[in-house]
């Protein structure tokens, strides 16, 4: 469970152009749930499920990670919880052009330095289990949309965290991929995943498996 | 003076790594005065990653003051040649009254700053640096002495008059010399023998203590910072007349040297770091008590003791056989 | 300690890998960083051989020389000083020596004509150095004449030519016996050019000097270990002013280090924020960067001074030895011995790798704290 109370944050603090993308905010989040943000463009959702995941450190409030209270905690720190327990899929994806797919996929286990062999073993058996096991050796630049997303989707599966967060995961994707996409995020639900999402897309935010939209307004959440 | 690239390097890395603490302070400074763990403000959040800079800074200073010093040392073999009287470091050092003191400042800045290292590593490892004020503080007490060591050594390259007659290990190191050096070699190999296993014993049953029973780490600490100088003024007064088979050669550079099989750096590598890491051991135990920290002081004093002890005994080790393997017999004649 | 040097692979795999994708910067960069080390090392290498070449040939050389003294000048010496200095303690041995200049128009050289003393030579016959033997085309069996002090011509017919080994000082060199010496120079019988003094024993050298200039109040004794001093520190000097010559290309280089480390491009920002948003921590981008330096180091170090080394010792300094010789019309093949001292390695490593690693903290550090959030923009 994920507690917010009274999250705030602010942008070029104590300059004319202050600004506060996130005001007030106070929510819980489920285990085993899919949320998702929705509001208009700058209301604050990227700002918002970034300080969830770790990204970025609320000005003011709290977070509480289960137990774990998470605001003030340093950067160091911050990363450390970040890489066990959250993974992160990109609204552009976010793969290192000139790597190949399994590099890609591997990265986010580098600082933890898990044994060479293991590693190659549990990234090719994610990407196999997305239907990319023939790409393992390609480049990435050469990947077609979907191929991409779920390359993403492996790179944050990797560390096996507890929660995934997707920044409007579909925008650059077909209605078909999106829905697609959707069918994988539920299947990930039934493994036991908390999922938080952030969509325009009425695609994501009507897809059944959803327990949740939030809608956020100039950075404070309207109604649920 | 002399203008030799290796005098060149060493003046410019003791100007450049000042340079480099001196930055670090800055933001030092700004962190002592403005650093709030609980605030999530922009400023705190750049104060949060100037620590990165800070630490990489002074991790990078004192690795090239490690180096610095080797070179120091090589730099004053090399130039023996262009002194009348020298016959090794020993006399190059001696040819003006900065040559032992910067060495020595130079060895001071290596104990220093690592034990800075092994704290800031500690703090680092508490979600709340709760020692942040404590290190960037002590971080404001290294500055002055890596600039002191750093003018001495000036002052030593500047005043190296080639004409002036030095005296090396020979008339240094003789009994009816003065000062530190003469009075350094003339203790007898008995009392030396005896100090050094004596003080080697201290560190050994302390160590062994604080692993067991995580308790007395000071003590461990306090004995390895007295074993360390007991151990110079044995490998001077005794040891080395061992490795020369030379009952008056008593040069604490000579033995680093091909002719005695590099024995010294078996010597001095484990002897410097397992005083620096006995020291760590001592600076970090009173921490063990901050809730955030006590995991980490556990996990990294009982291993900086352990790597410690290892070196201690390589140490005590290489020494023993230094003398047992010699052919110089000292026992019947002087003792 | 495994986890330690496992983590230590997977970030030197990435830096490889991220090395590769830029070629044309990073190859760039080594491309200068080598030339830097290349100069310098060529320096440190040939002044250093040079030096170890002057001592080699200092090792043969008496202990004490002694030269007489006219009005500040050196003058011949009598060969009554000998009988003088009678039986000094500490000296193994004494005699006068007999060498001096010859100054040949044809090629416009100073030859050094010597009396060698374990060697006899046949009246008329010579034997040349070979820096001499190069210049004028000379073989065992040719002739070759000069006009002497009287005037009159001398022709020596070439015994033998000096080997090459230590050519840097044997290449002017002349070696006939004592009668054609004097007759050639006009020195009259009983006359020498200095008194050698073959002293056993390093610590008696002083005392014997301090003992001859009593003795013998117009002459000058030279010690040997006073010219291999002199020597070092000019060799030192020397190499001391090309490094403060080359400063200049050392900072223009520092400068250029600075500037790739701080121009990322934006591709290279992204790449640092993908890495630090999947949980790559600011310390492991910090590591991860502080391995392209040391590889880039690294690689620069090895192929800068192992160009430097066959520059020196295979193709003789062909690019610095006009400047650091100082003779040129008999210059002399110098092929010195290949060596290696740490020394010097430590010096060219605190004149290259340390700068460069200097300028490259700041941004590196830059780089690595970008907002980990900065992905999502
Ligand atoms: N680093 C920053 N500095 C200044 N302002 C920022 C910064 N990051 C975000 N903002 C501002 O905060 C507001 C919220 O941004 P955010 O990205 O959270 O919106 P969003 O709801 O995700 O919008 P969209 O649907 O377009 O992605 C925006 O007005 C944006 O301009
Ligand atoms: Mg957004």
Redesign the pocket.
């Known amino acids: 469970m994920i507690r917010l109370n009274d999250i705030s944050k602010a942008?070029?603090q104590g300059q004319p152009n202050e600004?506060w993308?996130v005001r007030d905010v106070t929510l819980d989040i489920e285990d085993n749930r899919i949320t998702v943000l929705r509001?208009?463009?700058?209301?604050?959702?990227?700002?918002?499920l970034s300080m969830i995941g770790c990204l970025s450190r609320p000005t003011s409030g709290r977070i509480l990670l289960g137990e774990r209270n998470l605001s003030g905690l340093p950067e160091r720190f911050l990363t450390q919880i970040r890489r066990e327990t959250f993974g992160f899929i990109f609204q552009r994806f976010n793969l290192i052009a000139g790597l190949t797919v399994l590099d890609n996929v591997m990265l986010p286990a580098y600082p933890l330095a898990p044994d060479h062999g293991a590693l190659v073993q549990r990234a090719t058996a994610l990407l196999e289990q997305f239907g990319m096991g023939s790409k393992v050796a390609s480049k990435v630049e050469w990947l077609s949309g979907g191929e991409a997303q779920r390359t993403a989707i492996c790179r944050a599966l990797l560390n096996d965290p507890q929660i995934l967060i997707a920044d409007?995961p579909t925008a650059n994707l077909d209605t078909r991929l999106s829905q697609e996409f959707m069918t994988i995020i539920g299947e990930l639900k039934a493994a036991g995943r908390t999922l938080i999402l952030?969509s325009?897309d009425p695609v994501v935010s009507d897809a059944p498996c959803v327990d949740r939209v939030i809608t956020?307004r100039d950075?404070q959440v309207q109604a649920d | 003076m002399l203008l030799s690239p290796a005098i060149l390097a060493l003046i410019g890395v003791s100007a450049v790594v000042t340079a480099l603490l001196l930055l670090a302070s800055v933001f030092a400074v700004r962190v002592l005065r403005h650093w709030d763990i609980r605030s999530g403000s922009e400023l705190q959040l750049r104060l949060e990653r100037s620590t990165y800079l800070i630490s990489t800074l002074v991790t990078f200073a004192i690795a090239a003051e490690v180096v610095a010093l080797l070179l120091f040392v090589y730099n004053a073999e090399g130039m023996h040649t262009q002194f009348v009287g020298a016959m090794c470091a020993t006399g190059v050092l001696n040819v003006n009254a900065w040559g032992w003191p910067a060495l020595l400042l130079k060895i001071a800045v290596f104990f220093a700053g690592s034990v800075w290292l092994l704290l800031n590593r500690l703090d680092n490892q508490g979600y709340d640096y709760p020692l942040i004020r404590l290190k960037y503080g002590l971080l404001l007490v290294l500055l002055p002495l890596v600039a002191t060591a750093a003018v001495v050594q000036l002052q030593y390259f500047l005043n190296l008059n080639p004409d002036v007659i030095t005296s090396c290990c020979g008339s240094l190191f003789s009994p009816d010399a003065q000062g530190v050096a003469a009075e350094v070699s003339s203790v007898t190999p008995r009392t030396a023998m005896l100090a050094l296993y004596g003080s080697g014993a201290l560190v050994f049953a302390s160590g062994a203590i604080y692993l067991w029973r995580r308790r007395l780490a000071t003590l461990f600490a306090a004995s390895a910072a007295v074993a360390f100088p007991i151990a110079i003024v044995a490998i001077v007064s005794c040891v080395a007349l061992y490795v020369y088979e030379h009952p008056h050669h008593h040069c604490p550079f000579c033995i680093l040297k091909s002719g005695h099989d590099y024995i010294g750096y078996w010597l001095y590598l484990p002897l410097f770091t397992a005083t620096a890491l006995a020291l760590g051991v001592g600076a970090l135990a009173p921490w063990r008590h901050i809730e955030s920290l006590r995991t980490a002081v556990a996990a990294d004093a009982r291993r900086y003791a352990a790597i410690a002890l290892a070196g201690f005994v390589l140490f005590y080790a290489v020494a023993t056989w230094a003398i047992v393997r010699s052919n110089l017999t000292m026992a019947g004649t002087w003792w | 300690m495994s986890h330690f040097l496992r983590r230590q692979r997977y970030l030197i795999d990435f830096t490889l890998a991220s090395l590769g994708r830029r070629k044309g910067k990073n190859l760039g960069l080594l491309g200068v960083y080598t030339l830097i080390v290349f100069l310098l090392a060529s320096v440190m290498l040939f002044s250093q051989s040079l030096r170890r070449e002057a001592g080699l040939l200092l090792e043969n050389a008496p202990e004490v020389v002694v030269q007489r003294m006219v009005a500040g000048r050196h003058d011949l010496i009598p060969a009554a000083y000998l009988e003088r200095i009678g039986k000094v303690r500490g000296v193994a041995a004494k005699y006068g020596r007999l060498w001096g200049y010859f100054y040949d128009p044809a090629v416009q050289a100073n030859y050094t004509l010597l009396v060698p003393r374990d060697q006899e030579i046949k009246s008329g016959e010579m034997i040349v150095g070979a820096g001499i033997a190069r210049t004028r085309g000379l073989g065992a069996g040719d002739y070759l004449t000069f006009r002497s002090a009287q005037g009159q011509s001398f022709a020596f017919r070439v015994a033998d030519v000096l080997a090459s080994d230590a050519e840097l000082v044997s290449a002017d060199l002349l070696l006939v016996n004592e009668a054609d010496y004097r007759a050639f120079f006009g020195i009259a019988e009983g006359m020498y050019t200095d008194l050698a003094l073959e002293v056993r024993n390093p610590q008696e050298v002083r005392k014997v000097a301090e003992k001859l200039s009593v003795m013998l109040p117009d002459t000058r004794p030279i010690l040997r270990e006073e010219i291999l001093r002199t020597y070092d520190a000019l060799f030192q000097w020397r190499q001391g002013i090309v490094f403060v010559l080359l400063a200049g290309s050392l900072l223009a280089f520092v400068i250029f280090a600075w500037d790739k480390a701080s121009g990322l491009s934006a591709e290279e920002k992204r790449e640092i924020g993908i890495l630090k948003a999947i949980g790559w921590e600011t310390a492991d981008v910090i590591r991860m960067k502080f391995w392209e330096g040391a590889l880039v180091s690294l690689g620069a170090f090895l192929l800068g001074y192992l160009a430097a080394y066959v520059h020196v010792f295979f193709f003789d300094a062909a690019l610095f030895a006009p400047v650091l010789k100082g003779w040129a019309v008999l210059y002399p093949q110098f092929r010195p011995q290949p060596f290696v001292d740490g020394l010097q390695v430590a010096t060219l490593f605190f004149f290259t790798v340390f700068p460069y690693t200097v300028a490259t903290v700041v941004p590196i550090w830059r780089a690595a704290t970008t907002d980990p959030d900065a992905v999502m923009?």
């Open positions: 942008f070029n600004f993308a509001g208009p463009s700058g209301s604050g959702k990227t700002t918002l409007e952030t325009h956020l950075g | 923009r």
